[in-house]
């Protein structure tokens, strides 16, 4: 393609292969006024300027406040004084003309501190499927589908576009009955289910809400600890009592995400679960759910992601054939 691209996107391969400029979006804080930095060359190129001109900022930042500082405890000294007022009334001109300057650290990327609690303990067989048949009035989309899950394993749904990927997961979670078949989920087990397209958020309910209707009543968490694990995926401060609505994508996969914390999981249903998150974020979700020991259903195009979560074993759609997970159905995983 010859024309011009204005991309908006985390995906950082696309980037690096398709963008010669960068625009890079800089706010000190929330309160301030934003700026535009150019920053020529691709993402991956960007992104070690960035990280020195970062760097640069910071130590100028400091200089400042330090002479700032100097300066002022000399006003102060000499201030109150007579014969001293014309140098400090110079010296506070010089203050104001550093005031005017001022640099500000540059507020790095938020980084996500993410944790999911220890899954109750389940029977050795998680979920048990039996001839899973789906349709919507035309011809079947899969029909046949059997599998078994077992404790702590990680299972990878693949499958190109229509292969009925997500409808799978809508069945296992309850949100649709199959056509013909069954599953059933083993003893203690319970799923937390996180939807591609965030059906499960209700436009007009605060993120506050949300997860108070996630709670299990028997834990009987307080508004502060529901507040924490927000925080932990960055929703923090008056955003918490926004509606859902008002939401970026990236904002509603967190919350999404911070509901399925909340209740007490042992099966994650995992529909595209890094859509929208930015490379940081995306990265402290893989670290948080590579180390959890529950059972994992998961539907991903996203190959590192895929690869950090370590499958167990894979299933074909529509077909519904079962193998072993290897490094080489990873060049599979971006196409599916």
């Known amino acids: 393609y010859k024309g011009a691209l204005l991309v908006i996107s985390h995906d950082l391969e696309l980037l690096d ?15 301030s006024e934003g700026s535009i930095v150019e920053y020529r060359g691709t993402y991956t190129q960007y992104g070690i300027s960035r990280e020195a001109d970062e760097a640069r900022q910071s130590k100028k930042a400091t200089q400042q406040s330090k002479e700032i500082d100097r300066l002022q405890r000399v006003v102060d000294r000499f201030g109150a004084k007579a014969s001293k007022a014309a140098m400090a009334h110079s010296i506070e001109k010089r203050i104001g003309r550093i005031e005017d300057t001022r640099v500000h650290a540059a507020r790095g990327a938020r980084v996500m501190k993410v944790r999911f609690p220890e899954p109750p303990h389940c029977g050795e067989t998680v979920l048990t499927a039996e001839g899973l048949r789906k349709t919507f009035g035309g011809p079947d989309i899969f029909h046949d589908v059997s599998f078994d899950l077992g404790r702590g394993e990680r299972l990878l749904v693949l499958g190109l576009n229509g292969a009925g990927k997500t409808s799978l997961l809508r069945i296992l979670a309850g949100e649709v009955k199959p056509d013909n078949g069954e599953f059933k989920f083993g003893y203690n087990v319970q799923a937390g289910y996180y939807a591609q397209e965030h059906d499960n958020l209700i436009p007009q309910r605060s993120l506050v809400e949300h997860m108070r209707d996630q709670a299990p009543a028997a834990l009987g968490l307080t508004e502060t600890q529901l507040r924490g694990m927000l925080g932990m995926f960055g929703l923090s401060g008056d955003k918490v009592y926004q509606e859902s609505a008002t939401l970026s994508g990236g904002e509603k996969t967190k919350l999404a995400l911070a509901m399925m914390m909340v209740g007490k999981n042992n099966l994650l249903l995992l529909d595209e679960p890094t859509n929208n998150l930015d490379p940081s974020s995306r990265q402290s979700v893989a670290d948080a759910l590579s180390s959890w020991q ?35 159905w990873l060049e599979i995983v971006s196409l599916a």
């Open 17 to 31: 292969e398709a963008i010669t400029r960068v625009l890079h979006l800089d706010r000190p804080d929330e309160d």
């Open 294 to 328: 529950g059972a994992i259903v998961l539907v991903s195009h996203d190959a590192d992601f895929v690869e950090q979560l370590s499958p167990t074993k894979i299933l074909l759609m529509p077909d519904g054939q079962e193998d072993y997970f290897n490094e080489s």
